[in-house]
């Protein structure tokens, strides 16, 4: 097989930074899975691996990207046929394991879900993540007893691939959407996924109190900080906050008033769930989401040789939307 080109990280004096080389099949290792990439997308992890704002590859060099889709070529195992479509996210991707920013891929089959026959790979690399994890961030609060319907449910770091999401999933459950977001110039593009309203965070009045009007039945934060202590404060009782990110700051300082007075919940997200719950979870994304839906949220096409041109904008919060990477 001929060389082909992947985005790889590596490290220099303790700081990562990727580059696009070419590499041979050597290089990726074996599985039970040999995949043609054809997507792949960029989050905010894979802008912090790529530019070094963060250590997230543990082991060099290591292939980028934490969302692969594409197409089984070679299978050795009878949970998957050659020709099937398939998605992969999270999972170690970009940490200790080759990505999807690349021509190919070596996958092991336990990482792997079944794209249906309706879905294209384009569509699913616009999920992929940020779909997966806003959708587990609903499941979550709904064991949570989160009823969703006819309530006000507020969504931070709005514009962003979770936020998104979060926001579609929301109008599916018949919630009223709040979005905090600091882009006025996305206002058309958050209309269009269905909020009811915004809130600019710059109009967030900075507070001293320990408990305020309670205003939200729940919230889906992806910023932390002051914004995710402000939701702490302003949650009402026995709310969930679903805790997913921390593009704003990895801090929360709160007090327990909101716990013991109004019993309110914050729930970690995290990816690392069992596979059962995970293929639930993709099967009612799949199902629940529209191509009009996904179209709404990839904002951009780009492909492998121009991607390093695109992490900035997901460093300084300037991104809005998805932006996929058209493999081969
Ligand atoms: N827990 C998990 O398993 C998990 C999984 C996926 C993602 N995440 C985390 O969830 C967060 C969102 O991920 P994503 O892929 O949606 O990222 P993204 O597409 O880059 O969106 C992040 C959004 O947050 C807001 N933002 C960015 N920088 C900010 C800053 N400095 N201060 C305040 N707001 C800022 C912006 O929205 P507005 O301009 O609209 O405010 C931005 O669009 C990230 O922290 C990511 O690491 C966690």
Redesign the pocket.
Known sequence: MKEFLAYRIFESNGRSSGRLEKISSVDLGINDLFVKVEYSA????D??AATGQAQIAKKFPLIGG?DLIGTVLESKTDKFRDGEKIIVT?SGLSETLNGGYSEYAQIDSDLAFLIPESISTRLAAGIG??G??AA?AIYKMKINKQKFSNEKIIV??????????AILLLNKALSEVI?????NN?INY?DSLGVKDIIN?SDIKDNESLLEKALWHGAID????D?LSWLTRTVRPHGNIA???????HDLNTNVMPLILRGINIL?????INRKISEDLWKDIFCNLTNDDIEKVITRETSLKDLSNHFD??????????TIIKIS
């Open positions: 960029i989050n905010y992890k802008a912090l934490i999270g993540t940020a997966f994890t587990l931070t770091g709005a514009t962003g691939g979770v936020g998104s999401f979005a905090v977001s600091s882009k996305c958050l965070p992806n910023i932390g900080g914004i805790s997913i990110g921390l593009a704003s700051s970690g997200i995290s990816t690392n904008r997901y460093i300084t919060g300037n991104n809005y939307g998805r």
